[in-house]
Each structure stands twice: as C-alpha cells, then as structure tokens.
C-alpha cells in the first residue's frame, strides 16, 4: 500500500514539495493529496510585489506545472480550506466537512501579514479564532481591512496596489523593512506618489546600521519616495466615497500628523499561520515547532515547512522549556531546502538531518537602489571591546576590527566586519559588485584582504568582471534562493542553455526572489560558450 501524505498549503513551498515528490508519487510508493486555500495554482510570492507595479507579468509568478502532477497522480485541491486535524485518527477536516485520511501530514501553511494596532482597524487574536469554513477568510475571518486598506501578500492585494499605481494614486507604506521599501521604491519608479512611514530613526534598522539606513532613506528620497521617520501610526481617518463606504483617508501619528492618502499598505512584518497545528494540540511559538529533521515536537507524522515551520532542537524528556528561540526565517530559500530534504527522506533517500546556513544574505530588490546585508553590524570602528559571555571586556586585541566607507552624497555606504580577519558581517549600499563579493567572503567565512580598501574597486569605473577570479570559482553560489553554484551555471550553459531565462529553466537559479539574475549574467558572459 502506498504511504498516504496530505500537504496543506499550495504556495511557492509547498508547490516544491509536491515537485520533489514526484518520482516516488509515480513509483506508486506514495499518494499525495494538497490542499490549497487559494483558488489559483502555486505562484511566486517572493515577486508579488513587482506584479503589483506592473513590472511583470501573472507568467512570470509561474514556478510549477501543476499539470504535470496531476499525471503523475497528485490530488490537488485549490480553493479549499482545512478546518481541522484529527490526529488520533490521522484526518484533517475539508471546509465541505470531508475527511482526508493521512499517514504523514506536511503543513506548509505560510504566514500572513500581521496587522498593526489602529483605531480604525480591527486586530484579530488569532490564538483564538478557529479556520474558517471558506478559504476566502483565511486571513480575515470576520474582520476584513477597511476600504483603502490592504497587505501585500496575495494576488488580489496585489490588484489593488497595481489599480492605485496605475491611477496615479497617493500610496503610504507603513513600515520600512524589506519588503516597504520595496514596493515603495518600485511604485515610485513606476509613477505613483508613495511615501514610507515607520517610527524608527533608519528603514531596515533590523538589518542596517545606523549609517547604512540613513544612506538608504537619502537615496529612496532621491528616487522619489517621501521618507517619514519617528512617526508612530495610532489610527486612521476615513472619508465616504461616492457608494457611500468608508475609505482610508489618512495616517493619524501620535505627534498629531495626519498622512494623506488613497492606499494605505501595511507592512509590518509577518506572522506564521499556526492556529490550525495549535487546535490540534501540536506545540507552537513563533511558528509549528519542529526538529531538525522537520518534525512536530507533539507528533512524529506531523511536519512543517516553509514560513510556518520554527526549527528548534527537541527539549529532552523532563527538561524545563522556556521561550524556544528564534523564528521561521521568512526567506524563500530555506523554505525550498526544507522541501527538498524533506521530499527525499519520505521518498527514503536522505539519511542526515537537514543543514541549513547559520545566516542569510537580507537584499533589497529594486532598479538604482541596491542593498545587501549580513551578520551583526552593530560594530563601530571606535569600539574598543569585545563581549565575552555576555560580559564587556576592555580588550583591544580580541575586538573585531570595523572597516567603514561613506559616500552619502552618491548614495554609497559599506561597512565590514571582522574578526581575526574572517568577515563576519557586512552592510553594503549602492555598490552590487561590492556586495557580490563580500557575499562570498561572508558565505565561506573567508579572510579579507589587509588593505581592506581594494574592494572598494569593484564598483569603480574600470572593473571588468573576470578580474575577480574568486567570484567566479565553480563553488560560488550565485542564486542563495536555490542554492546554485557557478559550476552549476557554467555546466548548463555547456549544454546550450546561453540566457538568463534558459538557467532558470535548467537550474532554478534566479526564479526566486530574482536578485542574483545579474550575477547569472556575468557568469554567463564568462563560461558561455563562444560560437
């Protein structure tokens, strides 16, 4: 008998998921059944927000062949929601009050976009709201957004940004992470008046120094974007439209400013859908705790994956637990990992616990405003102590050493740092090829070089691509989404495959969140073959 796998949740994940799973699906070694609380097939979250200003096409978010499943015998169900798990008779209940039968349960539920506390705006507390019935109100449930309110998260979020950009709408971001400056950026290059609001002093202060930030917010401004720092939002202000609904109208600050505007757009982090596991009695925190080998800590036919999984070491029998640390990572690249590893040790091919990378590279994606960040650069180059156990030492010699270069008039920012001469952090603004390489350097934990200057000259006028011979060694990663290494590249460009497009095709490389495709390039025009 076929070992029966049910996957709840159809997005860039799980759609992984199901691919990896194919040859033993077709072998007949296992039935596999996804459910799906979108109508739509499996797309690319990770580009949603360049869908929303019109900078690519529905196509584009493409990343599977659901058809293609469906031959080798996959059930997928779009469209509908999973209500409950039953897991002493290992079922989950369809919305339509169905059964599902499983003896491996894989959830892939993602996350959702966490919504602020605003007069004006309905917060629910989802510890405490069961799924509902129709898979339209799985974020919402019975307090959807107000008019002229939305999350970037979906495809119909997704519509109504691109319907205010293409108006020639006023749009406010509220919230300068990764993905606000984004689609803030990226509106205002595609022509809407956009403005970021956020109540720090720097945009990505999770992930930038102060020096960083500060270049960054003077070159969004350069590009077009109004900047609103120490402003925290505490309501909204509502006008009547002509159909006589209420509409966002502005972003009341507790200074008193009031922020005028059509759209409002919240981006204020996200948060791992987790009631579904939580009323299964399966144990929870920043999202479904599972170990390294991708299990419940409660259940050892119950798995999680993608945005909603929080990997933490299973507490041994007996032992006191407090707050498990860390989170999901939120990135699309660990996400594919955890599908892959755990894809092939259901199929009986993997043997060691999964290994993921201790850091990831944070990149902001948008055209003449580049940033990549890694490591703790809390540092600055007058600090003159090291911590050590916690505790401050007044120890020069064992102080990492702070490297620190600033051009804020061009929009130009870096900072390494290191220790022993091993990079363990970098900040890098306005200067890719720099980035690109420090990015390396950070990846294999090398050293850098004494004059650390020299990599300034990547971004300088007269550097040509094939002088940065480590750049191109065949065990670089150039896509971190896919964990594609530059011998990967040059073997299927050997085979014919001489476009950006065709790599993706062969390798994956660059059908994530699509920062390294200018990387693909270079390695392009250097192994392509000649004809």
Not at 118 to 136: A, I, K, M, Q, S
Not at 193 to 198: A, F, H, L, R, S
Not at 278 to 299: E, F, P, Y
């Amino acid at each position: 008998m076929p070992e029966r796998v049910v996957l709840v949740g159809y997005g860039p994940v799980g759609a992984r998921f199901v691919e990896e799973l194919l040859p033993a699906v077709r072998a007949g070694a296992i039935e596999l059944t996804v459910v799906g609380a979108e109508s739509s097939e499996a797309y690319n979250r990770v580009l949603v927000a360049e869908y929303a200003v019109g900078h690519t096409d529905r196509e584009s978010l493409e990343i599977t062949d659901p058809q293609e499943a469906r031959d080798a015998g996959v059930r997928i169900l779009t469209g509908t929601s999973v209500t409950a798990i039953n897991r002493t008779r290992q079922t989950v209940t369809l919305g339509a009050g169905d059964q599902l039968p499983y003896d491996r349960l894989v959830l892939a539920t993602g996350a959702r976009a966490n919504i602020p506390t605003l007069d004006g705006v309905t917060r629910l507390r989802r510890d405490r709201t069961r799924p509902g019935v129709d898979p339209e109100t799985l974020d919402s449930a019975d307090a959807p957004l107000p008019g002229g309110v939305t999350a970037l998260r979906d495809l119909a979020d997704a519509e109504t940004v691109l319907a205010a950009v293409r108006g020639g709408q006023r749009i406010v971001v509220l919230g300068a992470g990764v993905l606000g400056m984004e689609i803030a950026l990226a509106a205002a290059r595609a022509g809407a008046e956009t403005c970021v609001v956020y109540h720090g002093e720097t945009p990505m202060a999770r992930s930038l120094d102060r020096g960083a930030g500060a270049t960054l917010a003077r070159s969004a401004r350069r590009a077009g974007v109004a900047m609103i720092d120490h402003s925290r939002a505490e309501g909204i202000l509502f006008r009547t439209a002509e159909d006589g609904t209420r509409r966002f109208d502005a972003l009341l600050c507790a200074d008193g400013k009031q922020i005028g505007g059509d759209l409002l757009l919240l981006s204020c982090g996200v948060g791992a859908r987790t009631e579904l596991a939580a009323l299964a009695g399966l144990d929870v925190s920043a999202g479904i705790l599972v170990d390294d080998t991708l299990q419940s800590w409660a259940d050892p036919r119950v798995f999680a994956i993608g945005d909603c999984a929080h990997v933490v070491s299973r507490p041994q029998e007996g032992a006191a637990v407090g707050t498990p640390s860390g989170a999901p990572s939120g990135l699309i690249g660990p996400g594919w990992r955890q599908a892959d590893w755990l894809a092939a040790r259901l199929s009986g091919e993997a043997a060691a616990p999964l290994a993921e990378r201790a850091a990831s590279v944070v990149m902001l994606k948008a055209e003449g405003v580049d940033v990549a960040a890694a490591g703790d650069v809390r540092r600055e180059p007058w600090d003159t102590y090291t911590e050590l156990g916690g505790r401050a030492h007044a120890d020069g010699c064992a102080t990492p050493s702070v490297a620190q270069w600033a051009d804020p008039e061009h929009g130009r920012y870096v900072k390494m740092v290191t220790l022993a001469g091993i990079l363990t952090g970098f900040v890098c603004v306005g200067m890719p090829r720099t980035a690109a390489e420090l990015t390396l350097l950070f990846e294999r934990g090398g050293e850098l070089p004494a004059d650390r200057s020299v990599l300034l000259r990547f971004d300088g006028p007269d550097y040509v691509p094939a002088s940065g011979a480590d750049a191109f060694a065949l065990d670089a990663t150039v896509c971190w989404c896919n964990g594609v290494s530059v011998g990967a590249i040059a073997g299927a460009a050997e085979e014919g495959n001489t476009t950006v497009a065709c790599i993706g095709s062969a390798t994956r490389a660059g059908t994530g969140c699509g920062g390294c495709k200018g990387r693909i390039g270079e390695v392009l025009e250097r192994f392509a073959p000649v004809e």
